[in-house]
């Protein structure tokens, strides 16, 4: 390893996990901080079982460190937290969530990696106040959102995609421009876990759709809310236009029996408003809610036997982005459909991308249409999507890209670059 050393706290969604496994793998020590009160999600385990042990407790090399790094005091004093004088030993701290609001008061430089609602929403906690329930919960979001907002100001560097909400937030943020470096880490995707007709398939997966002819599969958070608000801040998930237009192709009669195929994931905010405009659709029959074997949701390496029973996924309707779900999808050879940010992607990617553009109901109904009567074009979809996949966000290919963003940025901040690897 080399003598620079990187901290990595934030493990939103575990997008940070295999980022650190990449630079690590290149010589660079680098170390992930999991907070003990972090979702099972976030959680290194949640893609290799590996690291917990038999009896539940972490299993986690030396490099993965759990600890209280933030606890509720640590909203109205996080320089208070204990995770500052261990981050102080780093010569780099890559913060996302609210890890900021600590990291801030860290001696080393501090990148922000913006991940979504830790830039769009938490800065802004008046704007959100009337969606945090009682004024006690409204009162600590209003504190944490104060230190976020303080936080972001101050960071060395802002790493960020050219998605339109994160942009537009940093402005809103005022946040001088110079700081905002072009470092885009592409999420890394286990292709190996991730592939076609994955073995053993479980009990629970075998009986969900036995009799259907056509599975559409949206594993997103269901978000019907498509208020200015949540437009502006990239969360609205546009999840309506999925249900009707689902219910428009199950009407036109295309396929025999038509399933959508929803996880009955409790994180997502409008499920039962989902479940209400399921019902008044008069598609209930054609609706299977798929029961997570634990109350905190699938775990990845659960998710892929429900992308296997799946010909082709919906992602979503709303700021044009997409996450984990669309490219783990599309890796297990199953086309995606999805509102995209056509210019982001071209500019990240190029022009040659296998996404399936909707805009809206009547566009999802003329692609599902589309894909039901032509099963070779389907297939022939699901291959270049996981051969795409495997080109940009493979274990070896995005791993070396975030080698690569890493080193610039840390040499771009100061620190010694003379004792980091060359990228390869």
């Given at each position: 390893?080399t ?8 493990n939103?969604?575990?997008a ?23 979702p ?16 539940g ?14 606890q ?6 996080p320089?208070?937290?204990?995770i500052l ?13 609210t ?8 001696e ?16 802004f ?5 009337e ?5 006690a ?7 944490l959102?104060f ?29 001088d ?16 876990l991730?592939?076609?007709?994955p073995?053993p398939?479980?009990?629970?997966a ?26 502006r ?21 295309v396929?025999?029996?038509?399933m959508l ?12 408003a ?10 209930e ?41 669309a490219?783990e999808s ?11 940010d056509?210019a ?23 692609r599902?249409?589309a ?11 699901g ?17 070396r890209?975030?080698?690569?963003s890493?080193l610039a940025a ?15």
């Amino acid at each position: 390893m080399t003598a620079a050393r990187i901290a990595f706290w934030g493990n939103i969604a575990n997008a940070h996990y295999p980022v650190v496994r990449a630079l690590r793998g290149h010589g660079i020590d680098a170390h992930l901080f999991v907070n003990d009160r972090d979702p099972a999600a976030w959680r290194p385990e949640t893609d290799d079982p590996t690291l917990r042990s038999e009896n539940g407790a972490p299993n986690y090399p030396d490099w993965i460190h759990e600890g209280p790094w933030l606890q509720p005091i640590h909203t109205l004093a996080p320089w208070r937290s204990p995770i500052l004088p261990i981050l102080n030993g780093f010569d780099l701290i890559v913060a996302s969530g609210t890890s900021p609001t600590v990291t801030q008061f860290a001696e080393p430089p501090v990148a922000f990696y913006t991940t979504g609602g830790d830039l769009t929403v938490r800065p802004f906690p008046l704007a959100f106040r009337e969606r945090r329930g009682n004024l006690a919960h409204q009162a600590g979001h209003g504190a944490l959102g104060f230190w976020q907002r303080r936080a972001i100001r101050r960071m060395s560097q802002i790493w960020t995609q050219p998605f339109r909400p994160f942009l537009e937030a940093l402005d809103r943020l005022d946040v001088d421009p110079e700081r905002i470096a072009d470092t885009y880490f592409p999420l890394i995707v286990d292709t190996e876990l991730f592939g076609p007709d994955p073995k053993p398939v479980p009990d629970w997966a075998t009986t969900l759709v036995p009799e259907a002819d056509f599975v559409v599969f949206h594993p997103s958070r269901l978000v019907l809310d498509e208020s200015p608000l949540m437009l502006r801040s990239g969360q609205t998930k546009g999840s309506g236009v999925l249900l009707d237009g689902f219910a428009s192709f199950v009407a036109s009669g295309v396929a025999e029996k038509p399933m959508l195929l929803l996880p009955d994931n409790p994180a997502s905010p409008e499920r039962d408003a989902a479940r209400q405009r399921i019902a008044e659709l008069g598609i209930e029959d054609s609706v299977v809610w798929a029961a997570p074997p634990r109350p905190t949701g699938f775990h990845r390496t659960e998710m892929v036997h429900l992308y296997a029973l799946a010909d082709v996924t919906v992602n979503e309707f709303g700021a044009g982005w997409f996450g984990w779900v669309a490219l783990e999808s599309m890796s297990c050879g199953v086309p995606v459909i999805s509102r995209i940010d056509e210019a982001v992607v071209a500019k990240l990617y190029g022009a040659d991308h296998p996404w399936i553009h909707a805009q809206g109901a009547p566009q999802l109904v003329e692609r599902l249409r589309a894909l039901a009567n032509d099963r070779e074009q389907l297939r022939q979809l699901g291959a270049m999507s996981r051969t795409w996949i495997a080109k940009h966000h493979g274990v070896d290919t995005a791993g070396r890209r975030a080698v690569a963003s890493v080193l610039a940025a840390t040499a771009s901040l100061g620190s010694p670059a003379d004792e980091l690897p060359k990228a390869a």
